[in-house]
């Protein structure tokens, strides 16, 4: 919210300083208003105000660590102090990026349109035919050198990865068959417990954007959410090192996501045009040095990046509009899909170089794709009750997962909050848990004689397999190992795997399916790259497969199906998406006669857990305190006009505006846009002429484009300069004030802001409902909409709307009598009976 005094133009009156208010992080849950700070377990609202501003501005030394140097979103700064009212502000400037506290911004989609350079430079349409074709070629080529570089970082992650676990389980087991078990279980827990290490460390030194998965980063950049570093080069190199390390030791995490993040960095950098540091640049690539072209490319490299890791090109396409973007059009699809396109040719490519064995224990390369179910699948009537059955429970348990995972993830982030060594501890405690986990717990199940007949090695030694011999003697194997000893691709492999209804015994199933629900949960949220599509899929897999063991000779499916069968019904319960995991898990089993089956078990799960809680992404990017706009406006918004979340004075520049004016408001304030208004002597009255950025300022005082004298100097003013100079740098990079270096006389001088200003910026009427604005500014995505007043005797602008006024926890915060007016889904509530239940149970805990 944009709080400001008004400036002088040409006169030499001070500057009124900003009032700025710096609130907390989000509530994770919109429905629970401000039930606790995201940040720490203390009451904000009974701290006295100095120490609310205090716990607002605090944060161990984070804010350095990660970018001291980015300015705050719209009405963000250091140096100021919070705004009286009735009520607190609730929302936040700062959100947890990757595993650090950062500033954010907007991205600004808007046009600048005036008579000057920038109108024709950002509308490519308006330009000759040669540049036209310059431009779309350009377009299309940065797709291809997306997919081909997605393409081949997911086969080296893919390769790097069996390699490295395939050495270390090699290891392992050849210990275990001389019976030196003390030794075998202290190599493997060292190698689990260094690979993970090494991973954190990078991730916490070098670039905590990189930590986690990656997604709730990139669907909220795609909502027009800019944090720094998310997609930088740093981040990048830091997202794949990482990733094969973290999933190579063992723990329950997957590579799905980080590749996704990857993909998406890599569209970012490709969109920059180089580096003009380095005098790596191309003059072609200045039509892309804007938030909506790279919007576009980083859309593709999201949906490159599923292509990538599950071989899945039409899965990728439909992710990336289901899932994480909140704009889109055909012409992106077409993109998209050329994109992933791309993709799964040198995927295949480089697969069939594996083939010739020259890839090592990565074989023939084909764990990337489950191509494991039966050829021909019947089904009848009578199996429905089964996958009805799948679909319901998987829903259930889809949406207890997300809960316990939500609560995991707040504990987590109070341990964070006390340094990277507790991150390291962290880390370093459950990679220890989780080896003795995965070496102990297969000694609990017996040994099973090798089935007669079967087509592979058994007991099988080494790296992977279904018949692993473990600790048992010649001739038997021990199903538990072959699930719990086995990297995470290997083990959906034999869950999948048809014909084997009679290799697996009840009692492993059931304890791999819970050791590894768990796992799954506590293993996400370390400082490290790590993701959940993978673990879903490994727990549901296992869930569905039980349900076929159970059913037995009452159901004519394959135990194989099941597991398919229940993984997607896990994945529609967690991650909440249908269509696209739909089209994924037939790319991943190479089967569409499973796509009746997958349809059914994906809408049942989600209309389930729908009634429970939001999806998996929703909760993790709340959690974080993303400024997230949602596609629909809330009911009280129809009760509140736009003048009810906005206060004056504003700030704003005259036309021609003093140098010394300029930068003192630079300096006090970290808005990113003003308003400017012609005065006397230019007009009779006050009127809007459009709207400036910062960053445009600061192109202008750093190329001293000032003038002796109060006076317009009309397009004389743009000889020297060109588009590029006000190009948007890439992710992460900006100029500061600070930087600027101007003597006494230059401040004294004036500096025309007419050529350079957006003279058709949006604006609503302070009377227009904050619903109505609300869809305006996500479906156009603004980064600012100007207020103008319905009487033109009033000064032309009331004030400046930017995304954090149109968060609930801002406008609840001002108006908290509207709190239960709030948009509720229909979802089961805790019940009488239930709370009398709990009841009961504390307190026969207490009397035990």
């Known amino acids: 919210m944009e709080v400001r005094g008004g400036s002088g133009g040409c006169s030499a009156g001070e500057v009124s300083f900003q009032v700025l208010v710096v609130p907390l992080l989000a509530s994770d849950d919109y429905e629970d208003q401000l039930e606790e700070p995201l940040l720490g377990g203390n009451d904000y609202e009974d701290q006295p105000e100095e120490e609310q501003l205090h716990l607002r501005l605090q944060g161990e030394g984070q804010l350095e660590d990660c970018c001291r140097s980015q300015l705050l979103l719209e009405g963000g700064g250091e140096d100021a102090f919070p705004l009286r009212r009735a009520a607190p502000n609730s929302t936040s400037q700062l959100a947890i990026v990757g595993s650090n506290v950062c500033p954010i911004e907007s991205l600004d989609y808007e046009i600048i349109e005036n008579d000057s350079l920038f109108k024709l430079e950002q509308d490519w349409r308006g330009r000759g035919r040669g540049q036209i074709f310059q431009y779309v070629l350009l377009k299309w080529t940065l797709c291809f050198l997306l997919g081909l570089t997605a393409g081949a970082v ?133 039509y892309f040095k804007n938030d909506r072209d790279r919007r576009d490319l980083v859309t593709c490299g999201s949906a490159a990046g599923v292509a990538a890791a599950f071989r899945a090109p039409v899965g990728g396409v439909l992710f990336a509009l289901e899932a994480v973007s909140s704009w889109w059009r055909s012409a992106l699809l077409w993109r998209a899909f050329f994109t992933t396109a791309v993709v799964a040719v040198v995927l295949r490519a480089l697969i069939d170089v594996c083939r010739s064995g020259k890839c090592g224990l990565f074989g023939k390369g084909g764990l990337i794709m489950f191509e494991v179910t039966s050829d021909s699948i019947v089904y009848h009537l009578v199996d429905l009750p089964a996958v009805i059955f799948l679909g319901i429970f998987g829903g259930i348990l889809g949406s207890i997962y997300n809960y316990l995972l939500h609560k995991v993830l707040r504990i987590y982030n109070l341990i964070n909050e006390k ?22 717990l297969p000694w609990l199940a017996s040994c099973m004689p090798c089935p007669v007949g079967a087509e592979e090695i058994c007991p099988s030694i080494g790296r992977s397999g279904n018949f692993k011999k473990y600790q048992c003697a010649p001739g038997h194997y021990n199903d538990l190992a072959s699930l719990f000893f086995n990297t995470n691709d290997d083990t959906i492999r034999n869950l999948f795997s048809s014909g084997t209804d009679h290799e697996f015994q009840h ?74 995991v739909c089209v994924i898990i037939l790319e991943l089993t190479n089967n569409l006669l499973l796509l009746p089956l997958v349809m059914l078990v994906l809408l049942i799960s ?52 003093k140098v010394s004016n300029v930068v003192h408001v630079l300096r006090a ?77 230059e401040m004294e001088m004036f500096i025309d802001l007419h050529p350079f200003t957006n003279t058709s910026p949006y604006t609503v009427v302070e009377t227009m409902s904050l619903a109505k604005a609300l869809i305006l500014f996500r479906q156009v995505g603004l980064r600012h909409l100007l207020v103008v007043p319905r009487s033109s005797s009033r000064s032309p602008v009331v004030g400046i709307l930017t995304r954090h006024d149109f968060m609930p926890e801002h406008i609840l915060g001002l108006h908290p009598y509207l709190a239960n007016n709030s948009w509720r889904r229909l979802r089961f509530r805790r019940t009488p009976l239930v709370k009398v239940l709990k009841d009961w149970l504390l307190d026969f805990t207490r009397r035990r």
Request: aromatic share 10%; with cysteine.
């Open 154 to 286: 997911g086969f080296f992650n893919n390769l790097a990865v069996e390699n490295i676990a395939g050495v270390k389980f090699v290891i392992t087991s050849n210990l275990m068959l001389s019976r030196q078990y003390g030794l075998a279980f202290a190599i493997f827990a060292v190698a689990n417990f260094v690979l993970l290490m090494t991973s954190c460390v990078i991730t916490a030194f070098i670039a905590p954007a990189a930590g986690g998965s990656g997604i709730p980063e990139v669907k909220a950049y795609l909502n027009g959410v800019d944090a720094p570093e998310i997609l930088s080069f740093r981040t990048l190199v830091v997202k794949i090192i990482g990733s094969i390390l973290a999933v190579s030791s063992s723990l329950h995490i997957g590579k799905a996501g980080p590749m996704i993040q990857t993909g998406a960095c890599i569209a970012s950098l490709l969109s920059q045009g180089g580096s003009k540091k380095y005098h790596l640049t191309c003059k072609w690539l200045r």
């Open 419 to 440: 340094g990277t060594a507790c991150k390291l501890l962290l880390a370093g405690t459950l990679s220890l848990f989780t080896s003795c986990c995965l070496f102990g």
């Open 507 to 580: 009692f492993s199933i059931l304890l791999f399916f819970i050791t590894s629900y768990f796992l799954g949960i506590l293993s996400y949220g370390v400082v490290a790259p790590s993701g959940l599509f993978v673990p879903v899929i490994l727990t549901g897999a296992t869930y569905g497969r039980y349900v076929g063991m159970l059913m037995g000779s009452r159901s004519s499916l394959d135990h194989g199906l099941f597991a398919v069968l229940g993984a997607a019904s896990l994945l529609g319960g967690s991650m909440r998406m249908t269509v696209s």
């Open 606 to 657: 989600k209309t389930v857990a729908d009634s429970f809680n939001p999806n998996i992404y929703d909760l993790i990017v709340r959690l974080k305190g993303l400024p997230y706009l949602e596609d629909h406006a809330e009911p009280y918004m129809r009760q509140l006009t736009v003048n009810d979340v906005v206060s004056g004075p504003l700030q704003y520049f005259s036309g021609v505006e």
């Open 669 to 745: 304030t970290g808005h990113h846009a003003f308003p400017v208004i012609d005065d006397s002597p230019l007009t009779d009255s006050s009127v809007l002429y459009g709207l400036i950025l910062r960053s445009h300022l600061l192109v202008l005082l750093k190329r001293k484009a000032f003038s002796e004298t109060c006076s317009p100097t009309g397009a004389t003013a743009l000889k020297d300069f060109s588009s590029d100079d006000f190009a948007k740098r890439g992710s992460g990079r900006c100029d500061r004030i600070e930087d600027i270096e101007l003597t006494p006389e």
